[in-house]
């Protein structure tokens, strides 16, 4: 189940960003009437399905624009669909679907075959950083031209050949967000208003990360393994549901843990996914600044002296 996940996750995102970025070439033709909370570039000529993020963005004027008799289901379908998708698969989507997510995994996984090690954003840089991530969701709420400045739509619009019309400040946003993603794990999901936005939700999804506090043996691999640097899946000593905004359930953590069922995914309320002892052994991982893969193994082995007074 350990490796079937990772794999499963990687085949769905080259899938989703196949059929997203591509999928009028492919399929010869687009779905009009579904828009996905994730980066999905409507600027993208061949986009598949629509992004939520510029009807979000623009919700104001398209509001407006579409308020009337004929154009009153459409929006109120927007509304409807993109609740429901929030609230049933929360940022699983960014963890799974979405296509500039993939961009963003494959810079790490270039970056692991090379054996450059991941770059980390201190405590203090992080806490100070948090003010652009609120920054961003603002313009993105209001509407004020993000599209301007997201690196999406400097990045895959270009891909399929639709072009690339932008100023000097998106481009150069787009340079930091991929240079910066190949040092640094989901650089641009630690800050992307569209999955804060999905991820305020968190509290009435479907899909959770829960932890056993009381397996834990706070070794702290899931903090190091984590690419959206929560802390506090590692230093939650009481709460089971250590769901956050921040979370992309890329399930990395839940890989890492050396402990049965210590951490976990559930939807509603079901386990679907979980750390294990076993295949741990099998799956060593490489993260943070260390460059061998780091064996924990004596964690969960039973002192001599604790058999004998057994």
């Not at 499963?8 to 579904?34: M, P």
């Not at 510029?54 to 308020?67: H, K, N, Q, R």
């Not at 386990?271 to 893969?293: A, D, L, V």
Request: proline share 3%; charged share 20%.
């Amino acid at each position: 189940m350990r490796r079937f996940v990772p794999r499963l996750r990687w085949i769905t995102l080259i899938i989703s960003f196949v059929l997203l970025t591509f999928g009028v070439q492919i399929l010869g033709k687009r779905i009009y009437d579904l828009k996905l909370p994730i980066m999905s570039c409507v600027y993208n000529k061949d986009y598949l399905v629509e992004g939520s993020c510029y009807t979000i963005t623009e919700f104001g004027e398209w509001l407006i624009s579409s308020l009337t008799l004929g154009n009153i289901m459409s929006v109120l379908l927007f509304i409807l669909s993109t609740l429901i998708l929030i609230v049933i698969f929360g940022r699983i989507l960014c963890g799974f679907i979405c296509p500039f997510g993939f961009i963003q995994d494959v810079l790490t996984f270039i970056r692991e075959k090379l054996h450059i090690p991941a770059f980390r954003f201190s405590e203090k840089t992080r806490n100070k950083l948090k003010l652009l991530k609120w920054i961003l969701l603002f313009i993105f709420l209001v509407g004020i031209e993000l599209c301007e400045l997201c690196p999406v739509r400097a990045i895959i619009p270009p891909l399929t050949g639709s072009g690339f019309e932008m100023d000097g400040l998106s481009v150069l946003i787009a340079i930091v967000v991929i240079v910066g993603g190949f040092f640094k794990n989901r650089l641009w999901c630690n800050y992307c208003p569209m999955g804060y936005f999905v991820g305020v939700f968190h509290k009435f999804s479907f899909i959770k990360l829960k932890k056993d506090c009381t397996a834990c043996t706070e070794c702290g691999v899931c903090y190091e393994a984590c690419p959206m640097d929560i802390k506090s899946i590692y230093t939650e000593r009481e709460k089971e549901d250590i769901t956050t905004s921040d979370c992309i359930f890329c399930m990395k953590c839940i890989d890492s843990c050396p402990e049965d069922k210590a951490i976990k995914t559930t939807f509603l309320g079901k386990s679907i996914y979980s750390s294990s002892r076993e295949n741990f052994h099998e799956n060593h991982i490489t993260y943070g600044k260390f460059k061998q893969k780091k064996d924990v193994s004596k964690l969960w082995t039973t002192s001599k002296n604790e058999e004998e007074v057994k």
